[in-house]
């Protein structure tokens, strides 16, 4: 039990971020994953919904339209009541709150494992790490001209934790980049 009490908890920042909390965390293999599933979701979604209710997404659109030219609440309800009342609403409500509830499901997921795969990860690199050392591997201090090696003088050890630090942490680009392609991707779907 206390494997599986490690394994799981909860995590507020993935819950509300999903992939993005991942790619933050830089877990890219796990985040990359999670973003090709809400992806295909997505347009599975949109296909569903354009085969299966288009009065309503047309109306919607429209709705769209006439909300952009206008400030006539009285219009727009209008509008939104005669959505409401189209033959294929309900199949268009029906798909949607079917994807509400499968995406909530997969960020709960995601929140409840979250702190396990982080901690799966970053101990899957130490011991990567530890493996290629054992084999014979040293590390090597690229961004030090020799002058500044001689004067540090870094053993293997602190060259290893200079390695993981950096390796570690956050990354700030990661998810402000997944979100700039996720943009992207839904504007080509949409």
């Not at 039990?1 to 830089?26: D, I, P």
């Not at 982080?118 to 690199?125: A, E, G, I, N, S």
Request: proline letters at 2%.
């Amino acid at each position: 039990q206390e494997q599986t009490k490690a394994k799981t908890g909860w995590n507020w920042g993935a819950f509300f971020f999903s992939h993005y909390y991942l790619f933050f965390r830089k877990m890219y293999k796990q985040a990359i994953t999670l973003f090709c599933v809400n992806i295909t979701i997505s347009s599975v979604l949109n296909l569903l919904v354009m085969k299966l209710a288009p009065l309503t997404v047309e109306a919607i659109g429209e709705l769209q339209r006439v909300a952009s030219a206008t400030t006539d609440s009285a219009a727009l309800l209008e509008k939104v009541n005669s959505i409401q009342g189209l033959s294929d609403f309900s199949t268009f409500r029906n798909i949607y709150l079917a994807f509400t509830a499968l995406m909530l499901l997969i960020r709960i997921t995601v929140a409840v494992f979250a702190d396990g795969m982080y901690k799966h990860t970053v101990t899957d690199m130490i011991k990567k790490i530890n493996e290629q050392l054992e084999s014979g591997a040293a590390f090597s201090t690229p961004t030090l001209t020799p002058t500044e090696e001689e004067t540090f003088n870094l053993s293997q050890e602190q060259l290893r934790r200079l390695y993981l630090a950096k390796r570690g942490g956050v990354s700030v680009w990661a998810p402000c980049a997944a979100y700039i392609f996720s943009y992207l991707i839904s504007m080509l779907i949409g």
